[in-house]
């Protein structure tokens, strides 16, 4: 722990733990939170001390500005343990940089790197006892930063809360994915908040999801704002797409403004490289995907993302077209599933320095 944040840390523990009472062979993805919680407080144009203290709700008023004009952004990433009761994070790092970046662009100030990356080790180690150890288990972490200040004129709020809350989650189920290429409703434009982790992004989904849902898809693969020509991504996973031997992934920052850059994502991507797999990381024609898919060429098409890490996509629908996608033996949907878990889990060297511990 960084030696200045140390003398400042607030731990106020809780009094009876409620480890007891929860149920984990019945775990719902996001219903269940540890005893123990963050929070840290931005006024007066400067950071006020940390807390971790027992997971409670909160007061705030009408006026919170956060209610009305959504100076909200989070972050998602996940605490393992390993079969010797070892604790580890995967690439935390990369998600402070993230909720940074998220952080600058709805104008709210910067987090100190103490507070996000000391903050969840902190909490993870008092709540280590939360953790699942099933197959494909593990705690959840939710960093959540918001504009607190009471007044409803519409400018940037001058006080901030930034909270961290954690989850045990099981192994991720969803059965069978089909998705949908959308080609009217739009996540994101060019030069706005796409990139970032920003609530807004995810209420802008739920409508035109749902309509999918209705029709049969379970996700949507939303394509660009400008002309719905290109793939983008999909609810929270960034979009794989194996042609023949190739792989295909979408551009996000500095290419384009409208997809999040996601932590599974990089880690795919250097993956491919290290193990031989062709992959172009460029605009995606939905085009292209379709005609591969007519023409037998279409061999696969995953989602990434830390809930799921890797999830094989079962149908495809784009105007009047569908298609089932083939299961393949080999899939290297399956090999980077296996072996980003197996970092995670610690069962493989991490050549990479990925996987950090918690002690
Ligand atoms: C919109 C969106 N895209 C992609 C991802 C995947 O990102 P990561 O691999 O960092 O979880 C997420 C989930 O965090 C997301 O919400």
Request: with cysteine; charged share 25%; hydrophobic share 40%.
């Amino acid at each position: 722990m960084t030696a200045d944040l140390k003398n400042k840390f607030i731990i106020e523990k809780v009094k009876e733990s409620k480890l007891s009472q929860a149920n984990f062979s019945n775990l719902i993805f996001g219903k269940l939170f540890s005893d123990h919680m963050f929070l840290a407080d931005f006024y007066d144009g400067k950071w006020h001390t940390p807390k971790i203290m027992p997971y409670q709700a909160l007061t705030f008023e009408p006026s919170a500005k956060v209610f009305h004009y959504g100076q909200a952004v989070f972050e998602g990433m996940k605490a393992y343990k390993d079969a010797e009761g070892n604790v580890f994070l995967f690439r935390p790092e990369d998600n402070f940089i993230r909720i940074n970046r998220s952080s600058e662009r709805l104008g709210m100030p910067q987090i100190p790197r103490a507070y996000f990356l000391d903050g969840i080790k902190e909490l993870v180690k008092l709540d280590r006892d939360w953790i699942p150890t099933g197959p494909g288990e593990s705690l959840y972490i939710r960093p959540v930063y918001i504009g607190t200040e009471n007044a409803i004129a519409a400018s940037p709020s001058m006080s901030y809360r930034f909270m961290i809350i954690t989850s045990p989650a099981a192994k991720y189920y969803s059965g069978d994915v089909k998705v949908k290429i959308e080609d009217k409703y739009s996540r994101a434009c060019d030069g706005g908040i796409g990139y970032a982790k920003a609530a807004g992004n995810y209420a802008a989904q739920f409508y035109p999801t749902e309509k999918a849902k209705a029709e049969g898809f379970q996700q949507i693969i939303w394509t660009d704002s400008a002309q719905h020509k290109y793939l983008e991504e999909a609810g929270t996973m960034n979009m794989f797409f194996r042609i023949g031997d190739k792989l295909l992934t979408a551009p996000s920052i500095p290419e384009s403004t409208r997809i999040l850059p996601g932590v599974t994502r990089a880690s795919i991507i250097q993956l491919a490289k290290d193990n031989g797999i062709e992959i172009e990381v460029r605009p995606v024609e939905v085009n292209e995907v379709v005609e591969a898919a007519k023409n037998g060429n279409l061999k696969e098409i995953f989602g990434s993302g830390t809930a799921a890490t890797v999830l094989p996509i079962v149908g495809l629908k784009y105007r009047d077209f569908y298609t089932d996608l083939p299961k393949l033996e080999n899939s290297y949907a399956g090999f980077f599933k296996n072996k980003i878990m197996d970092i995670q889990y610690n069962r493989i060297d991490d050549p990479y320095g990925w996987r950090v511990k918690v002690d």
